[in-house]
């Protein structure tokens, strides 16, 4: 008996997404690991462009509660994120990544904090592009978007402006 599928077409190939290197980020800011985790974790609503990249615009608030990171509109409405699945303060956390659009659709962000000279360099790596509606655009997107972000954090911190 031929197999009850055997009309289906294979799935196909996957795509060029896979072969997508993740984006790796690094920053230093002043001060020591825990501090620089804090203005990461609990003062991203003061240096997040959400003007720009956030769900609600201005006026909104972003912060990390319990095991989400969540998007408050002035209004109450909300918008989860990303929701973190390693938490090891102060040292790193680990989310799912997918803002402004739903879970289905997730990329992943390792951001961690060590001490260096000078301070405390965050390392941010996002990857698991084949997660995204459109891999290859999302990354392009984020390779612009993650530094200009990145140097908003480090001015908030007092860092250097350049």
Known sequence: ?????????????????????????????????????????????????L?????????????????????????????????IDDWQPPLSFHASWHPGTQALWSTEIRVAFRAVEGGTELRLVHSGWEGAEHPAATRDEYEGLWPMILQRYVRFMGGDQG
């Open 51 to 83: 003007e720009e990249h956030g769900v609600y615009g201005a006026g909104s608030y972003v912060e990390f509660e319990e095991s989400l990171i969540l998007e408050t509109a002035d209004d109450g409405r909300t918008s989860i994120w990303g929701t």
């Open 1 to 49: 008996m031929d197999n009850l599928f055997s009309h289906a077409t294979p799935a196909p190939e996957p795509g060029p997404s896979e072969d997508l290197d993740p984006l790796v980020c690094t920053v230093v800011v002043p001060g020591a690991v825990a501090r620089a985790f804090v203005g990461f974790t609990e003062h991203t609503h003061l240096w997040w462009p």
